[in-house]
């Protein structure tokens, strides 16, 4: 995820960091060159033209501009539903906390379950994201739960199961009010809810020939476009040309980027900041001193 002060506009112009100008700029430099060998090629060679009127690119253009609009909107929402499934697993993990701590009574039984709490949220960011099972998992889980987590096949699930069992024992121990592990159990079933959300988005995809129809028809329209200007414009078809591709190049790989918002790409989302938030928020309820906040890097991505 970018994180930066918004620049002035005219810095804006020419912001570098977080443009996805380098990602694109293959692309950008091939079409530059096409329009350059179009431009002077044009009527050179043999005494050939390829003649092409504007009208039909701007017909194609609305269209296209339109799908990719539908892409945008599709892969926004998957990120924007990730980012809420988290948000729901910080809610979920504090009120549990808050309820371990207030209503169960002190005691040593505590301070592991708020730890599972934490475990959870690295589990379910290490799943999504594909790590090893128990990164991060030291000194969070009893020694014993460690090697089921490493086979585990969902290990937040794993956690989760191991969290109910904890308050199942308690309650027939009769140190936990049935009414309370009532309440105790519909935030663990919100935390399953959200894995499973999250789950679902890593795990579905768009429709590949989706991606396939959009990335044909943007390259197809931005190497047939000098074919269709450099009749009206001239010398200045390479650079309008590049201009319009850039809207079109940039727009596919922001939402290529954001499709899939558990990843590692700049515009993903921040786990590990969101991993840490929950860590800090949930050990300060216990009275222990929350881990430094990760921070940006020199080009403005938070993980």
Not at 184 to 196: P, T
Request: charged share 20%; glycine share 6%.
């Amino acid at each position: 995820m970018i994180v930066r002060p918004r620049p002035h506009w005219i810095h804006l112009l020419f912001v570098r960091r977080g443009s996805l100008v380098r990602r694109i700029l293959p692309q950008q430099l091939f079409v530059f060159l096409l329009s350059c060998a179009v431009v002077w090629a044009h009527g050179q060679l043999f005494h050939w033209k390829v003649t092409l009127t504007s009208s039909p690119f701007s017909l194609l253009g609305v269209a296209l501009a339109i799908f990719l609009g539908f892409r945008i909107n599709a892969s926004y929402d998957r990120y924007w539903e990730a980012r809420k499934l988290w948000g729901t697993v910080l809610v979920e993990a504090r009120n549990l906390a808050r309820q371990a701590l207030t209503l169960t009574g002190t005691g040593t039984h505590v301070r592991p379950f708020v730890l599972g709490l934490i475990a959870f949220a690295v589990a379910m960011r290490n799943q999504l994201r594909g790590d090893a099972n128990d990164a991060g998992l030291d000194g969070l889980l009893p020694p014993e739960m460690l090697p089921r987590v490493r086979a585990a096949r969902s290990a937040p699930a794993l956690i989760l199961l191991w969290l109910g069992e904890r308050l199942h024992r308690r309650r027939e121990c009769g140190r936990l009010d049935p009414m309370l592990a009532q309440h105790m159990e519909r935030s663990l079933d919100g935390l399953s809810a959200a894995l499973g959300g999250c789950e679902r988005i890593a795990n579905t995809p768009l429709p590949f020939t989706y991606s396939v129809i959009l990335h044909r028809s943007s390259y197809l329209y931005c190497m047939l476009l000098p074919f269709g200007l450099v009749d009206s414009i001239g010398a200045m078809t390479p650079l309008i040309v590049t201009f319009v591709s850039y809207t079109f190049f940039a727009l596919e790989a922001l939402s290529d980027e954001i499709e899939e918002p558990f990843g590692r790409m700049p515009n993903d989302l921040a786990l590990d900041a969101i991993v840490a938030g929950i860590d800090a928020s949930l050990r300060e309820m216990i009275g222990e001193a929350p881990p430094p906040a990760p921070q940006p890097n020199a080009d403005f991505v938070l993980n």
